[in-house]
Antibody, heavy 118, light 106 residues
Framework: EVQLVESGGGLVQPGGSLRLSCAASGFTFSSYGMNWVRQAPGKGLEWISNIGSSSTTKYYADSVKGRFTISRDNAENSVYLQMNNLRVEDTAVYYC???????????WGQGTLVTVSS | DIQMTQSPSTLSASVGDRVTITCRASQSISSWLAWYQQKPGKAPKLLIYKASTLESGVPSRFSGSGSGTEFTLTISSLQPDDFATYYCQQYDSYSLFGQGTKLEIK
């Protein structure tokens, strides 16, 4: 059974940093790209980043480019999202998802809440 | 940048109804479109990818069609479990979700 478990969310002040982690199990992690998708309270879904299976490719939405960095450790079956210079508008539930082959997502974690507030 | 316009934003329907949700892209995205269902407090669930390919385990009352710039998600006979919010997602150029359609009980 595919499982994706996010962690690392919490309350952070504007301008601060946070690192999200996603632990994967139940599939050959090194064979799949991974996505991060977020959802602000009461709002829709926003794709924010993708990393290829071997970290060769990394893509970002314009809203996070230059502030967020995606990475992965295939030995640890984990994907990460380093978030710097956080803004109030980054407040959201952040989902980790296994890509289906391109940037769509077949399996999703339960999400972790990031709150940016002073 | 590609823009995605999903309509309607809210849809009221009854059990047994046939409903259609539309997603329009500002430029051609071929068939690079997925549909998801999301219930409150839960992660999205993949329904359809590549515009019309039904994800394994998804009931056959769900279907997707379209290519280029216009796409539809159809539920042939609404069931109580189908009342949720639905999103389209293009993945032709990076990725972008539609604004969502909340399907409510009439």
């Amino acid at each position: 059974e595919v499982q994706l478990v996010e962690s690392g969310g919490g309350l952070v002040q504007p301008g601060g940093s946070l690192r999200l982690s996603c632990a994967a199990s139940g599939f050959t992690f090194s064979s799949y790209g991974m996505n991060w998708v977020r959802q602000a309270p009461g709002k829709g879904l926003e794709w924010i980043s993708n990393i290829g299976s071997s970290s060769t490719t990394k893509y970002y939405a314009d809203s996070v480019k230059g502030r967020f960095t995606i990475s992965r450790d295939n030995a640890e079956n984990s994907v990460y999202l380093q978030m710097n210079n956080l803004r109030v508008e980054d407040t959201a539930v952040y989902y980790c998802a296994r890509a289906g082959g391109q940037l769509w997502s077949r399996y999703w974690g339960q999400g972790t809440l990031v709150t940016v507030s002073s | 940048d590609i823009q995605m316009t999903q309509s309607p934003s809210t849809l009221s329907a009854s059990v047994g109804d046939r409903v259609t949700i539309t997603c329009r892209a500002s430029q051609s995205i071929s068939s690079w479109l997925a549909w998801y269902q999301q219930k409150p407090g839960k992660a999205p669930k993949l329904l359809i990818y590549k515009a019309s390919t039904l994800e394994s385990g998804v009931p056959s009352r769900f279907s997707g069609s379209g290519s280029g710039t216009e796409f539809t998600l159809t539920i042939s006979s609404l069931q109580p479990d189908d009342f949720a919010t639905y999103y389209c997602q293009q993945y032709d150029s990076y990725s972008l979700f539609g604004q969502g359609t909340k399907l409510e009980i009439k």
